[in-house]
């Protein structure tokens, strides 16, 4: 008997699937409500964090980890602001309320969910180290603009699981995912990422991540450099096969317009790069945080 051929799903269909049936955590969007007050959001923060137990354990972890270099465990939220500040704090909580969208792992061929956080942490630890080579400051959002930039590959995986499956084994067979995935549904994971993400309201700069990290050329001109720090990551951790490896071909057009937006040269991604080992093994926790369940 042969198998009945998959059907490519309607864009708008999808979505408006995805966004009827899911939503971002309730207490990610309150985080994502506070705002960068910081004097009234610390109070507010604690708040919305301390009704999640397995949250607020979580999210302690994650800053006592080593990555963020604090000179002795914090064992409180309110500590870990006075010594990361409130928005550096909030960048990780976003992190971490997002984290179970990454469990449940059920391998598809070589593709693991544990290894799209495992690639997604890698490229927020990677994009901090450019952006503090290019001095712009993006410490209080990289973090969870890292996680969430691949956010389309979570939900085609989730809400077009049977397409995911064939996008996989197409993909064993393609430079880049965005070429098995036009294949298969006829749109990418960043457009669709891009549209889930305007549904649920996320902000501008998560958006345009989400929709740009492979295209920083499109990328509204306010957010270039952000996007290009952002493209640069996901590039080199595709190179250094940390994680799930999506691209295994460089758009040279794109990367070399990336570089060009930070006044970066070849031999600075080449430090960069050098530093990575130092930079794991400090985050070996945040790398690993999923699968410690
Ligand atoms: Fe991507
Ligand atoms: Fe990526």
Redesign the pocket.
Known sequence: MQATPLVRPNMAATIRKITSISTLPHVTLEILKLGNNSSSGAKDMEKIIQTDAALTSKLMKMVNSAHFSLREPVLNIRKAIVFLGFKVVKDIALAASVCDLFSNDVPIGSYRRTDLWR?SVC?AIAAKLIAQKTKLNIQDQVFSTGIL??LGIIMIDQYLHSHFIKIMEKHETTQNLGEAEKEILGFTHTQLGAEVATTWKLPEEFLTVIEN?HSPIKAKEKYRKFVSIMHIA?VIINGQKVGFV?ERLIDAQQFNFALTQLNFRKKDIGIIVAELPHEFEKAKDLIELVEDK
Request: charged residues 30%; glycine residues 0%.
């Open positions: 690639h490229v930039h691949d990290h996901d999506a």
